[in-house]
């Protein structure tokens, strides 16, 4: 489909005033808008033809113009001029997350609050999985005189802690040789591997005192377990209540939608080599979703795809300035979650 310059300016700024009114744009208020003379007669041929193109959509016989879904489209892939994010954006969403930044599950949860915050609509994260990762350290943190904690941190990223109990007292000296025993074994060990028939033979290598650890071993095997699952952290459905684009009923569906792990974890995992994706409306392939979009952003751990972070709302969303600061968020926290899992 090409479009003359006219129309390109044309179609550009009806989806902007849209955006920012949420009312169908009229030729005459858009001949104010644009950068250039033009009648409103031309300006309303002009709106007609992108109308015959399936660019813009007329909701009543009176009323002007609003986008399309398809319209939309071609605006996000051709028109869209990126809004840079300010210094003191940067700084407000750094300030929001930075004291989750010692936990990746705390971390991410913050993210989708601030995200929530940040933009009026539903957001998600991904937390790392450790599915592909390989075990980089076994740490030991005693909690009481019988009692520690074992924190699993695999090179993908995540850290995950089980709490194990001795019917003896653990002293320093016994959870160093612990320490040196799990991290001699497992280190470099590859976390989908670490299932209960490796560590029964694990256990029958350490001889002797595998008894005195095995309750060790149970919690590094359920923190394995736990690794090579990827969690889901959602926060503020209850902003679409205030969008007037959606009805009641469409609000019950897409919560519901949003209810369901498995569907929504496989939405925000389609994406190609692109870092950052926008889906709109019958492009989410989603019943539920059809007059929604979805922006998902990939942060990644070194230099390895770890998870996502995404906004659900009405199309009609501002998509430049949430675009630039879904990028710096998602850049963020994989640089912090770079920084903690010690990958540079």
Not at 223 to 248: D, H, K, T, W
């Given at each position: 489909?090409?479009?003359?310059?006219?129309?390109?300016?044309?179609?550009?700024?009806?989806?902007?005033?849209?955006?920012?009114?949420?009312?169908?744009?009229?030729?005459?208020?858009?001949?104010?808008?644009?950068?250039?003379?033009?009648?409103?007669?031309?300006?309303?041929?002009?709106?007609?033809?992108?109308?015959?193109?399936?660019?813009?959509?007329?909701?009543?016989?009176?009323?002007?113009?609003?986008?399309?879904?398809?319209?939309?489209?071609?605006?996000?892939?051709?028109?869209?001029?990126?809004?840079?994010?300010?210094?003191?954006?940067?700084?407000?969403?750094?300030?929001?997350?930075?004291?989750?930044?010692?936990?990746?599950e705390k971390l991410l949860d913050g993210a989708a609050k601030v995200l929530a915050s940040m933009t009026r609509y539903a957001a998600?994260?991904?937390?790392?999985?450790?599915?592909?990762?390989?075990?980089?350290?076994?740490?030991?943190?005693?909690?009481?005189?019988?009692?520690?904690?074992?924190?699993?941190?695999?090179?993908?990223?995540?850290?995950?802690?089980?709490?194990?109990?001795?019917?003896?007292?653990?002293?320093?000296?016994?959870?160093?040789?612990?320490?040196?025993?799990?991290?001699?074994?497992?280190?470099?060990?590859?976390?989908?591997?670490?299932?209960?028939?490796?560590?029964?033979?694990?256990?029958?290598?350490?001889?002797?005192?595998?008894?005195?650890?095995?309750?060790?071993?149970?919690?590094?095997?359920?923190?394995?377990?736990?690794?090579?699952?990827?969690?889901?952290?959602?926060?503020?459905?209850?902003?679409?209540?205030?969008?007037?684009?959606?009805?009641?009923?469409?609000?019950?569906?897409?919560?519901?939608?949003?209810?369901?792990?498995?569907?929504?974890?496989?939405?925000?995992?389609?994406?190609?080599?692109?870092?950052?994706?926008?889906?709109?409306?019958?492009?989410?392939?989603?019943?539920?979703?059809?007059?929604?979009?979805?922006?998902?952003?990939?942060?990644?751990?070194?230099?390895?795809?770890?998870?996502?972070?995404?906004?659900?709302?009405?199309?009609?969303?501002?998509?430049?300035?949430?675009?630039?600061?879904?990028?710096?968020?998602?850049?963020?926290?994989?640089?912090?979650?770079?920084?903690?899992?010690?990958?540079?």
């Amino acid at each position: 489909m090409e479009l003359s310059e006219r129309q390109r300016k044309i179609l550009a700024a009806v989806v902007e005033q849209y955006i920012a009114t949420g009312e169908p744009v009229g030729s005459k208020s858009l001949c104010n808008a644009l950068d250039f003379r033009v009648s409103s007669a031309t300006v309303r041929n002009e709106m007609s033809e992108l109308n015959r193109m399936g660019l813009l959509e007329q909701p009543h016989t009176s009323a002007g113009r609003i986008p399309s879904q398809k319209g939309y489209r071609v605006y996000i892939d051709t028109l869209m001029k990126r809004r840079p994010i300010s210094r003191q954006e940067k700084q407000y969403l750094d300030s929001m997350i930075l004291p989750s930044a010692y936990d990746p599950e705390k971390l991410l949860d913050g993210a989708a609050k601030v995200l929530a915050s940040m933009t009026r609509y539903a957001a998600v994260s991904t937390t790392p999985s450790g599915e592909n990762g390989v075990i980089r350290a076994v740490q030991l943190v005693q909690t009481s005189r019988r009692t520690a904690m074992v924190i699993l941190m695999t090179s993908a990223g995540t850290m995950k802690s089980r709490v194990f109990h001795c019917d003896f007292d653990l002293t320093p000296e016994i959870l160093r040789v612990f320490f040196r025993m799990l991290n001699d074994k497992l280190a470099g060990v590859p976390v989908a591997s670490v299932t209960p028939a490796y560590m029964q033979t694990l256990a029958a290598s350490f001889g002797n005192i595998a008894m005195m650890m095995s309750s060790a071993l149970a919690a590094v095997a359920d923190a394995a377990r736990e690794s090579m699952r990827s969690n889901i952290c959602l926060n503020g459905e209850v902003n679409l209540l205030f969008y007037p684009e959606f009805s009641q009923e469409e609000i019950m569906h897409i919560v519901d939608f949003l209810s369901r792990p498995t569907e929504l974890h496989r939405l925000l995992e389609r994406h190609d080599s692109a870092p950052l994706q926008v889906f709109i409306g019958r492009e989410i392939k989603e019943p539920e979703l059809e007059d929604s979009s979805v922006i998902v952003s990939r942060y990644c751990i070194g230099s390895k795809d770890a998870g996502a972070i995404a906004v659900l709302g009405p199309t009609r969303m501002n998509y430049s300035k949430i675009i630039s600061n879904m990028e710096y968020l998602s850049s963020s926290v994989g640089r912090m979650l770079t920084e903690l899992m010690d990958l540079d």
